[in-house]
């Protein structure tokens, strides 16, 4: 546990302290009009109060990464926390920040227009199809999982219970997609938000009242998951894709625009950017502590189930244990609202990512479902191999979670370039290391899963050292060329 709350201190100093440095290298402008108010629509572009936009953006991101992410990946043992707390301070809420910040200093730009204006207009156009076909990946996954839980809640967890809650989880995505973001998005997400943190909250408090004797730095970081039956997952590269949304995740670049087109002022960047990801990080250190009772303290068989459980059955065994039938019900609620309010504003960012591209403007009903109907179609099929397949699922949602990250190495490039043109000295570093791991990260992930080449895993730490070396000789090239 003491591990745990330093993990947990270290995470709010960070906020405060290297948030405040990331802020002063990027200089936000008070008195620049930002594109809420120069841009205003009554659709996507909406000033709204910063606390509703806060929540709002934490909602987006948290779907179930920081969640089921944090469950599977305190199987790693306590190494777990520390990708969460440097993952969160130095990478996720720095990637976050600066996607936000680029779309307020770009008239509210989308993820593929900011990676187009840095990075050139083929990386852009390969970026378009690809943060598409990640955000029908999201609005498939994002609805199993939630159903597989309410159908659970509801007693019956087979098969046509889940196609039921599929079916009503989806009507909801299809009008929240088209309404006004102001509608729908804006007046119920923060009551999910605040379900969210109330079923964090209530856990923390059960864990410090608790006191489990959990796994601590001090025991070793080597990888815990054959114990509890988890074999070929080595903590690099798998830690850093298992736990996405609770460290970085690229999907957040397609958020971050969303709420980048309702703020007032660029100075409410760093609480709604910076802060909602080192809220996603305390969840998911919560998350990642409980489950470490779940699998190394006796836990599993204290709320009647084993090692071998999934992370959905690990949330609703957990709640209704620890929480009560009220309590429980409001927490895995809370989990229920994240991927799914997730996944809405997954179709959201599609939609618009689409229309900026080709130039449709979106005020008319009509236009909107001209692009909203083949995304729909196009992930209901996706989802239908998900629930016709037995194992459908779990192989999208893997390759869901190197897609993901590979999108949050593309971000960071963006910034990195975009501090080589505009800020002078060597600021860049902030984007740059974080961009230059994650780099070797998703490239060796693609190379020794199974999902991808399977090489041995004996290779990855070699293979990793080789892409961070090869990326920062290639970037230093690139910088000479740009400065001669």
Aim: hydrophobic share 55%; with cysteine.
């Amino acid at each position: 546990m003491f591990s745990f709350l330093i993990s947990i201190v270290a995470l709010v100093v960070g906020y405060c302290v290297y948030g405040a440095f990331v802020e002063r290298v990027f200089g936000p402008d008070p008195t620049r009009v930002t594109p809420a108010v120069s841009k205003a629509d009554g659709v996507d572009y909406i000033a709204m109060p910063s606390w509703k936009v806060f929540m709002i953006q934490f909602l987006n991101i948290a779907g179930t990464g920081p969640i089921f992410g944090a469950i599977m990946g305190a199987k790693f043992g306590p190494a777990s926390y520390l990708w969460i707390v440097f993952g969160c301070i130095f990478a996720g809420a720095v990637h976050d920040y600066f996607s936000g910040m680029l779309s307020l200093r770009h008239g509210g730009a989308g993820y593929p227009d900011l990676v187009g204006r840095y990075l050139g207009t083929r990386t852009k156009n390969v970026m378009l199809v690809f943060s598409i076909l990640l955000l029908m990946m999201v609005g498939a996954v994002f609805v199993y999982s939630p159903a597989v839980i309410l159908g659970d809640m509801a007693g019956d967890g087979g098969r046509s219970s889940i196609m039921v809650w599929v079916v009503v989880i989806f009507i909801y995505y299809i009008v929240a997609t088209l309404l006004p973001i102001d509608k729908i998005i804006g007046r119920i997400y923060p009551v999910f938000a605040v379900a969210l943190l109330f079923m964090a909250g209530a856990l923390l408090v059960c864990l410090l009242l608790k006191w489990p004797s959990i796994p601590e730095f001090w025991d070793g970081l080597a990888n815990r998951a054959p114990s509890v039956g988890v074999t070929g997952q080595p903590i690099f590269p798998c830690l850093f894709i298992t736990i996405a949304c609770g460290a970085i995740s690229g999907f957040h670049a397609t958020q971050s625009p969303l709420m980048a087109r309702c703020l007032k002022n660029e100075k409410l960047g760093r609480p709604i950017f910076y802060g909602s990801m080192i809220t996603e990080g305390l969840v998911a250190l919560i998350w990642a502590a409980v489950s470490s009772w779940f699998f190394f303290d006796g836990g599993a068989a204290e709320v009647g189930s084993d090692l071998t459980a999934a992370a959905p059955v690990v949330v609703t065994k957990v709640s209704r244990s620890w929480l009560g039938m009220l309590g429980g019900i409001l927490a895995v609620l809370g989990v229920v609202a994240a991927p799914i309010t997730s996944g809405d504003t997954a179709f959201r960012s599609a939609r618009l990512i689409i229309a900026d591209f080709f130039h449709l403007e979106q005020k008319s009903i009509r236009r909107r479902l001209y692009i909203a109907v083949p995304l729909f179609i196009a992930s209901s099929l996706l989802l239908w191999y998900n629930i016709a397949d037995a194992n459908g699922f779990n192989v999208i949602w893997r390759y869901f979670g190197w897609a993901n990250q590979t999108l949050s190495v593309f971000m960071l490039w963006t910034a990195t370039v975009y501090l080589v043109r505009n800020k002078p000295g060597r600021w860049y570093w902030i984007t740059l290391f974080p961009v230059l791991f994650m780099t070797a990260v998703c490239f060796t992930f693609i190379l020794v899963d199974q999902i991808g080449f399977g090489l041995p895993a004996s290779w990855a730490p070699w293979i990793g050292l080789g892409t961070f070396a090869i990326s920062l000789i290639l970037f230093y090239l690139w910088k000479i060329r740009k400065t001669q």
